[in-house]
């Protein structure tokens, strides 16, 4: 059974506090992915992962960075917390073929959540 | 970028009623995928579509891939309570990678 798992599901950090949240799957899948979920704008993308120690920019990067140190694990990093990052983070893996001709394994497992909260 | 139109933004409807939703694009995708979120936990997939047209069921849910690839819709039949939740669509196009684009969510309240 596919699991994508979260190390926190509530947070509650400070203004200018370095936080991490982290993220575990255990299908060996290549591609992870994170996103912030906030009232009206669905999920959008921040950063991306389709390997060890590869990252992309999703749609909103700026003030996120990223760390892919091992396949199973894809961290988000917010280097200096701000209140408008308060939101909810998921976490998402999927397969990468290579050759890309069957988008039939590219469904996104989404982790729990974390509701962070930046005051 | 490319941008994922979901509606209705919400219902709220009586136990036992049919529920209808869809999303349009300006883009073609390859892929339309429905998902649900639960209060408070991560979204969970329902469908997958993968052919233009394509017409595909799981239990009292039917999607369709749209034949010009840029709309996708969702029925749900005979609603229950426990349907409850924040229903996405979400496509995938010629990108690399996996990366999903989602529409904005349609907040499904069912009433007993």
């Known amino acids: 059974d596919v699991k994508v798992t979260q190390s926190s599901r509530y947070l509650v950090k400070r203004t200018g506090e370095k936080v991490f949240l982290e993220c575990v799957q255990d299908m060996d899948h290549e591609n992870m992915f994170w996103y912030r979920q906030d009232p009206g704008l669905g999920l959008r993308l921040i950063y991306f992962?389709?390997?060890?120690?590869?990252?992309e920019k999703g749609d909103i990067p700026e003030g996120y960075s990223v760390s892919r140190e091992k396949k199973e694990r894809f961290s988000l990093i917010l280097e200096s917390a701000s209140t408008n990052q308060t939101s909810m983070y998921l976490c998402?893996?999927?397969?990468?073929?290579?050759?890309?001709?069957?988008?039939?394994?590219?469904?996104?497992?989404f982790g729990p959540g974390t509701r962070l909260t930046v005051l | 970028g490319q941008q994922l139109n979901q509606s209705p933004q919400s219902m709220f409807i009586q136990e036992g009623e049919d529920v209808s939703m869809n999303c349009t694009s300006s883009?073609?995708?390859?892929?339309w995928l429905w998902y649900k979120q639960d209060p408070g936990e991560g979204p969970v997939l329902l469908i997958a579509l993968y052919k233009a047209g394509e017409l595909t069921s799981n239990g009292r849910l039917t999607a369709q891939f749209g034949i010009t690839r840029k709309d996708s819709f969702l029925n749900i039949s005979a609603s229950i309570p426990s349907d409850v939740g924040i229903y996405f669509c979400?496509?995938?196009?010629?990108?690399?990678?996996?990366?999903?684009?989602f529409g904005q969510g349609t907040i499904l309240t069912v009433h007993p």
């Open positions: 998402a893996s999927s397969l990468l073929l290579a050759g890309r001709t069957n988008f039939s394994t590219d469904t996104q497992y």
């Open positions: 979400a496509g995938l196009g010629g990108t690399s990678y996996g990366k999903l684009t």
């Open positions: 883009s073609i995708f390859n892929t």
């Open positions: 992962s389709y390997d060890v120690k590869m990252k």
